[in-house]
């Protein structure tokens, strides 16, 4: 069972940057395709960024130039650096898991290919 354990999040103002982090307990993260959510207030959960295990990502268009998601395999964590905030970055942010250890799957942004979920963590942007 892989449980992962998101950190990072803060108040930040426009224009700053913050870097979320996502741990793995259990099992590795080696041969699973990453994706980063977002939850603002009162909306649906949605893909922001996601990674395969040929480091392959792919960005939703609203991050695309400001977010970068990447692994750290020795640490068995994920990151995501969120640079140039924009109060319409608030929100949750989950970070979640699937077990796709073959070449050629390019990783999803949609939530319903997701297995692991972590507990989410909050971020604000605001002045």
């Known amino acids: 069972q892989l449980q992962l354990v998101e950190s990072g999040g803060g108040l930040v103002q426009p224009g700053g940057s913050l870097r979320l982090s996502c741990a793995s307990r259990g099992l590795h993260l080696g041969g699973h395709h990453i994706a980063w959510f977002h939850q603002a207030p009162g909306k649906e959960r949605e893909g922001v960024s996601c990674i395969d295990v040929e480091d392959h990502t792919n960005y939703s268009d609203s991050v695309k130039g400001r977010f970068t998601i990447f692994l750290d395999d020795a640490k068995d964590t994920a990151y995501l650096q969120m640079d140039r905030l924009k109060p319409e970055d608030t929100g949750v942010y989950y970070c979640?898991?699937?077990?796709?250890?073959?070449?050629?799957?390019?990783?999803?942004?949609?939530?319903?290919?997701?297995?692991?979920w972590g507990q989410g963590t909050q971020v604000t942007v605001s002045s």
């Open positions: 979640a898991a699937i077990w796709r250890p073959d070449f050629g799957l390019r990783a999803s942004l949609l939530p319903s290919a997701y297995e692991y």
